[in-house]
């Protein structure tokens, strides 16, 4: 009786850590000045991830939407995929989407110890 008993409140357990946060889930936007729709679109959307293929042509993540090289975003074509950047040509231009716009790339030079 005690081992069923053990079983059925480690399931309990294991259902109630369960429902817990996905710790890979981006943080909520908590910026108080972004109160319209489409701020709050604008803050979600962008590049996410770019991927690789051995075979077939590479792709990107953007705005929740796989799309491959010389496929479209709205009305933007993704015309080069590079490391860590896409580029998109449409109607308003050319744009740039980094996956991490905030960070900026430097060289490190080794240091003489």
Known sequence: MAGRLM?????CCAWALAQG????RPPLDTNPTAASGAAT?????GLQSIIRRKTGRPAALIDGALV???????????IRIGEDFVVLRGPQGVETLYLTPGIEKKAVRKGKK
Do not use: C, H, M, Q
């Open 7 to 11: 079983l059925f409140l480690s399931l």
């Open 21 to 24: 946060a996905d710790p890979t």
């Open 41 to 45: 679109a604008e803050a979600g959307s």
């Open 68 to 78: 491959e090289l010389g496929g479209k975003v709205g009305e933007a074509r993704l």
